[in-house]
């Protein structure tokens, strides 16, 4: 039987995958946004520049941007808006990195502060050329929290730190309440889409966390529409299980430009619904799957279900 890529001829003809200037489909009505315009969205884009911080909201053309900053809920990137890596699928800067910004720390604390956050998620480019690869900033940026905000809790989405002996260690000293580090996409398709990274060291990141710290929660995920197929996706949910990872993502690739991977297939609602179920099966404490989760998508929300989801389990 015909898996579901070799129908529309993807697996049969990945050249057609790969080819950055083949008219990509339009996007089904479920993938459908509105413009942004409200008030708050546009408070929260003016803070956003007072304070010279970068968004991955932006960054990365969120297609949430506008419901997330209408409910004043931003993502910031540190480390500079240049990243070291070209991933297929990103559409942030690649080249040569800003200077570190010694006021970038004081700076995101100030805006989370000022925005009244309960939850806060701290994200970054890849920056292989650092020693640490960043994690000292990480760690001086959640210090900078916990002191502006001291209620808040604080979610990080870290590069994989790749040969950056101790870096991993030095996060997860500062105690994140949440540490995600996105697997993005199966392994087979880790040379085309993710070719500066390695899908088992990513892995032995979200291991390590847990091994160094076990009452921080773990969280990664996954974009489909990559020509992944299903079964590669469950293999994928039983890796991350394997490394004791609490809560996964899963939502629908958009090609950000041409010149991007294209969309392999715009996967349905209700096999999203499908890929939850089977994730929660599985034993996470916690799935989002739809098409239009990312990351940090209701992630205050989120956390709230995390925590009584573990509570649960341990009274269990």
């Known amino acids: 039987m015909p898996t579901p890529n070799e129908k529309t001829g993807a697996a049969r003809h ?89 006021h970038e720390p004081e700076n995101v604390a100030k805006a989370v502060a000022k925005l009244g956050l309960t939850h806060v998620v701290i994200t970054s480019v890849d920056r292989d050329d650092l020693d640490d ?4 900033h990480f760690a001086q940026t959640i210090s900078a929290i916990r002191q502006a905000s001291p209620h808040t809790t604080i979610e990080i989405l870290t590069p994989d730190f790749l040969k950056k002996e101790g870096a991993l260690e030095i996060v997860v000293e500062a105690r994140p309440d949440v540490f995600n580090h996105n697997m993005e ?13 390695r899908y088992f060291h990513s892995l032995s990141i979200l291991q390590d966390v847990k091994k160094l710290d076990p009452s921080i929660f773990t969280k990664s995920g996954i974009m489909v529409g990559l020509g992944e197929e299903d079964g590669e996706v469950a293999q994928i949910m039983d890796d991350l299980r394997a490394a004791d ?25 209700e096999q999203f619904k499908a890929y939850a179920t089977q994730g929660e099966a599985k034993g996470f404490l ?24 573990r509570e649960k389990k341990l009274r269990a």
């Open 14 to 102: 990945p050249e057609k995958r790969r080819n950055p200037d083949r008219p990509q489909p339009s996007r089904p009505d479920w993938l459908r946004v509105k413009a942004p315009t409200s008030k708050a969205y546009a408070e929260t884009r003016a803070l956003m520049r007072d304070l010279d911080l970068v968004t991955v909201c932006e960054e990365a053309a969120c297609p949430n941007i506008g419901e997330c900053w209408a409910n004043k809920h931003a993502t910031m990137m540190i480390l500079g808006s240049v990243c070291t890596r070209a991933c297929a699928f990103c559409n942030v800067a690649t080249g040569r990195p800003d200077l570190l910004d010694p």
């Open 286 to 309: 916690m799935m989002s799957s739809t098409p239009l989760t990312r990351s940090s998508y209701h992630a205050d929300a989120d956390f709230a279900e995390l925590k009584i989801a």
């Open 185 to 197: 996409t199966v392994p087979r398709l880790y040379p085309s889409i993710r070719p500066g990274a």
């Open 245 to 269: 990872v609490d809560f996964m993502t899963i939502g629908q690739y958009l090609q950000p430009t041409p010149k991007h991977a294209a969309v392999d297939r715009f996967v349905t609602p």
């Open 133 to 136: 690869g960043g994690a000292l």
